[in-house]
């Protein structure tokens, strides 16, 4: 089993910044790939960015060049620096761990205001 443990969310002007974190618990020597999903109210939840065991990441198109996800192995967490925030990205934020099946995190809210 694996637990995922969010922070960082909050409430940022439109152009601010915010850093999440995920910290992994139990099972993680289990964990490959890592990820951040995003889900706002009424639609349907959205990959946000991915990150391999070796590094290589995915980012949803809305979000290149803006979001960086990171990852320390040695502290089992993983990371997601937002910059450029807007409105749009009011959402949200899971983390997600693959180690055999989806694991998620409870969740932190990101409103950004316009």
């Known amino acids: 089993q694996v637990r995922l443990v969010e922070s960082g969310g909050g409430l940022v002007q439109a152009g601010g910044s915010l850093r999440l974190s995920c910290a992994a618990f139990g099972s993680i020597w289990s964990i490959s790939d890592m990820a951040w999903y995003r889900q706002a109210p009424g639609k349907q939840r959205e990959l946000v960015a991915q990150i391999t065991t070796a590094g290589n990441t995915n980012y949803a198109d809305s979000v290149k060049g803006r979001f960086t996800i990171s990852r320390d192995n040695a502290k089992n967490t993983v990371y997601l620096q937002m910059n450029m925030l807007k409105p749009d990205d009011t959402s949200v934020y899971y983390c997600?761990?693959?180690?055999?099946?989806?694991?998620w995190g409870q969740g932190t809210q990101v409103t950004v205001s316009s």
């Open positions: 997600n761990a693959w180690a055999s099946r989806d694991f």
